[in-house]
């Protein structure tokens, strides 16, 4: 029996790959069960190539498998779009239509089982003309064990708004899925588990923006961008229904701009963007910063520059969250490492952003955001940090940018009496008034960049896995954690101590939690996904990194980093007689 | 409100001295808005002003309303947010003809499509004033500027007639150097549900020369007794004149604001029922079947 298993369904639009694979998961997430559903697509704008691969397992999963065990493909021709993405395992059970027999350098493999099965014509057989998908769901559960009952429940309940007639057609197509199945001799290929309590089966981006609403966004500004729509779509949803707004505007430059107006008058306010829009908000993060209004960003990495590959993660906006943006610039950057955290990071930029009254940007990136996954049911719940409004005594002789100890200032929203003030992006006073006085200037950004010293006591973001002390440190963020995780679990069953730091505060770093783990690792390794090694140049710039004693590794982004791929790197630094496999297909 | 509060212009004036030069139309604008504020009795805390950048984008520095100084261009965006999150603050965007016509002329246009509440009233001196003297987008064909040293080459734009194309529900058009008259205009801007573009034609001397009061003021005239202010076709004819300068409502519509559709959003979305729970929302995503 196996522990695990990671199926990828791959067909053309209307194939209903990816319907299969959702009512797959739900059924999987209805049983307790751990998934990580991924989908992809061809270049066309509707009905191209679409797979569509869920890894499910009886104990927690934290990254997409290598590599799969199972496959149904209706179209070979199809499943080529694919080929650099979808590495069929050496043991895999490759389900194929009969009509369409495997190819050589497929079929060729000796540990495989590659089966023929009439998918088009049996769905046609039993009234489901369109059925295919569903009738392959059937052979899966036959095969590998999975819950039959649940993935009936699912697809009716998937099909509920279809005729009486259209739900029937699916269930005999199902069941003539079993039949097929079970008369199949591929061995026992069955996967093992317990039902367990469901769980949530959510996408990073409905985390985030489900964050959003709980810390208390009652606005949102955003202009469409892949990957990051779906919080835009979510809040257009959702928002007006519990008493907020919602507002589609003309470019990036404008959802930026009704964020910052929307928080100056008092009401928590985001927006949500990809890479290009990041650029385009540059300016107004820096009136956020000097104006010290809070505003929340999430910006779901994809490949860049420019157009880049939309469709794709990578982690290379790193050094324009950080930096990106002129003058002397205080902000915030939270980096989520998976979806359940995307909520968390989405609630914290938040409390961040009033606390400190500065921009906050949420680094994640597409494999996190448009992934999905299972959570346990209550596990989105986070304290709520509400903004805190000058009181009577701080309005008496009111000055909006007091000098404080901390360097945070009480702050009226316009339509309080007695809190008048009139604020600027220019450098201005206490009182807000504009001043070009060099010694302005330089107290202002002091006060300004305390925010950031306080902050950094305050929120010790990071996470940290393996042995106290270990021979090898990997330092990466975001997504990267993921596979880095999987990989350090299996690094020590081989006897290697490797452990792993994960910042979630990108800026300010945890700085002495991180030189601390620095000093608890013989060397380190950064690993991350940007050709330019991002996170490499901006840690030099911010720790110790020993030298001789740090290597990196960073490659462009396109594909999501590997279980392997870590372990390999691993090798490479620790056992020096390893040969690095080549990973690039 | 209680009565005996009395409002007049110097409710809104602050001891903040301007920095423009002196005789600079903005001066005009200025004192017409704090008239206009008066005479409306707007609450000064319930009053957002919002600019841009340039010379006339430091005007909501010299009033004792809320104010916020922006940055080039975005004025609108800004306004807009402000707008959404609190509607019942009177929100008023200012700013100069270059920060609302080129870098921010996107958000001019999506405004006034959107009617959004908010009165825009535009500074407009055929000139950037602040970077000292480049041509604008309302810079006429021909004339020389700093950055147009063999005369500008390309043609002048009326904001007037964007406006109206836009979509704007109130377009008028004023001469700072007519207080009162612009007073007048600014209290039916302000006062105007849904967005309304008021076109302040207000003279840099610095950089278009001491005499464009006197040229200017030669040029204007009133609005053709039956004006028919209902009338696309009827105040476009009042838009690129060439010599005359016609100042008064030209456009003017009643239609739902911004402000109107969004709560029609959520009567859409929610109606009378209760709003939904976490739970609710959660269960999209929960396998309960
Ligand atoms: C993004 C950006 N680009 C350029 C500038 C420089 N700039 C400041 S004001 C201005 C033009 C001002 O002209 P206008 O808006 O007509 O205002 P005026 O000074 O004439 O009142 C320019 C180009 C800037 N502040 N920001
Ligand atoms: S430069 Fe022109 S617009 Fe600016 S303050 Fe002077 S006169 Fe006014
Ligand atoms: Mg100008």
Known sequence: MKQQLTLSIVGSGGDGAVAAGDILSMACARQGLHIIKTEAYGPQIRGGESSCTVRMSSSPIYAQADAIDALVVFSWADFARFRNELVIGPEAVVLHDSDDPAPDEIASHPGRKIVGIPFAKLAKEVGAPNGKNILSLGVVSAVFGLPADAIRNALKNRFKKKTAAVVEANLKAFEAGLTAGAALSVGDQRLQYTPGTPMLLMAGNEASAVGAVDAGCRFFAGYPITPSSEILHFMSEWLPRIGGTCLQTEDELAAIGAVVGGSFAGVKSMTSTSGPGLSLMSEMLGLSAMAEIPAVVVNVQRGGPSTGLPTKSEQSDLMHAVYGGHGDMPRAVIAPVDVEDSYHATVEAFNIAEEFQMPVIVLTDQSIAQRRETLAADSLVHEVVDRRIATPEELNEYRRYRLTATGVSPMAIPGMPGGMYQTNGLEHDEQGRPSSMFVMHEKMNAKRYSKLDALAKKYRLFRRYGPEKADLGIICYGSSMGPVREALDQLAAEGLRVAAFVPRLIMPLPAADLEKFISDCDQILVLELTYAAQLYQYLRAQVDLPRGKTHKFSRSGGRSLGINEVIEQVKRVLVPSHQVEEVLA | ?289
Not at chain 2, 230 to 257: C, D, F, H, W
Request: hydrophobic fraction near 35%; proline fraction near 7%.
């Open chain 2, 1 to 289: 409100m209680t009565t005996d509060v009395v409002y007049t212009p110097n409710t809104y004036k602050n001891d903040l001295k301007p920095v423009w030069c002196p005789g600079c139309g903005d001066f005009g604008v200025l004192n017409s808005l704090y008239r206009a504020l008066a005479d409306l009795k707007c609450e000064p805390h319930d009053t957002v002003i919002v600019s841009g950048i340039g010379c006339s984008s430091r005007l909501p520095g010299y009033v004792e309303t809320f104010g916020f100084n922006t940055l080039h261009g975005r004025a609108i965006p800004i306004a807009t947010g402000v707008k959404l999150t609190a509607p019942a603050l009177k929100v008023i965007v200012v700013g100069g003809d270059g920060d609302g016509l080129a870098i921010g002329g996107n958000h001019f246009l999506h405004a006034a499509r959107r009617n959004a509440d908010i009165s825009f009233i535009m500074m407009d001196n055929e000139i950037y004033g602040l970077t000292k003297g480049q041509a604008a987008p309302t810079t006429p064909v021909g004339d020389k500027t700093k950055s147009t040293i063999y005369g500008n080459p390309e043609a002048a734009v009326d904001p007037c007639a964007l406006a109206i194309s836009f979509g704007a529900s109130w377009v008028g058009r004023s001469f700072s150097g007519d207080v009162k008259g612009s007073t007048e205009l600014m209290k039916r801007a302000i006062d105007h549900r849904g967005f309304a573009f008021l076109n302040m034609i207000s003279p840099c001397v610095t950089w278009r020369g001491d005499d464009q009061h006197k040229q200017i003021r030669a040029r204007l005239r009133p609005l053709p007794a039956d004006h028919d202010a209902s009338s696309r076709e009827t105040a476009m004819r009042l838009t690129n004149e060439g010599g005359p300068i016609t100042v008064g409502v030209l456009y003017e519509n009643k239609q739902p604001t911004l402000v109107d559709e969004m709560l029609e959003v959520r009567w859409k979305a929610q109606g009378e029922k209760q709003p939904p729970t976490k739970a609710d929302i959660l269960q999209q995503y929960m396998p309960t079947f």
